[in-house]
């Protein structure tokens, strides 16, 4: 499957955050509100097996995405252990949905998961809000 363009979302903005960029709220989100999708190619089980890519989602056993496009505006999400988003995963498509209310001026952030996570970001030091603390 190809990539596909999406238009700039309403409501977010790329941003600089403690994690390099990040993606940050320009209006305030309700709780179960849709944020973005995170959309990039399909891959092959092998090429996710070698891929070095730092955009690789897991959609379930079949399907992995790689989202390192630049339209997929929702690369940007940064990983927290203490999210306000959580990936929504609708007939083989990711979604970002706020698990919380979210203030204008906010960043999302989402639980990469614990294989991402001790892969990517533990070995480096995770530079979520409730880790710098
Ligand atoms: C999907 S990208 C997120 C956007 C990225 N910050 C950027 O500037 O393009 C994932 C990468 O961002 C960094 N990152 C995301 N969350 C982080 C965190 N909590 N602590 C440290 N690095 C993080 C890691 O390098 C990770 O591999
Ligand atoms: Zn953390």
Redesign the pocket.
């Given at each position: 499957m190809s990539t596909k363009k999406q238009t700039y979302p309403d409501g977010v903005r790329v941003g600089r955050?403690?994690?390099?960029?990040?993606l940050f709220a320009t209006r305030a989100f309700k709780k179960g509100e849709r944020i973005i999708e995170y959309f990039g190619r399909t891959i092959s089980k092998e090429e996710e097996y070698t891929s070095r890519s730092?955009?690789l989602f897991e959609v379930n056993s079949r399907k992995t995405i790689d989202?390192t496009t630049r339209e997929n505006i929702a690369?940007?999400?940064?990983?927290?252990c203490k999210p306000n988003c959580e990936p929504e995963i609708e007939r083989g498509r990711v979604f970002i949905d706020a698990i919380k209310s979210i203030k204008k001026g906010e960043e999302f952030t989402y639980d990469?998961g614990e294989e991402y996570v001790d892969e990517?970001?533990k070995p480096?030091?995770?530079?979520?809000v409730k880790?710098k603390k």
């Open positions: 955050s403690s994690a390099g960029l990040g730092k955009y989202g690369r940007y999400i940064n990983h927290s990469y990517h970001i480096y030091g995770c530079r979520c880790c």
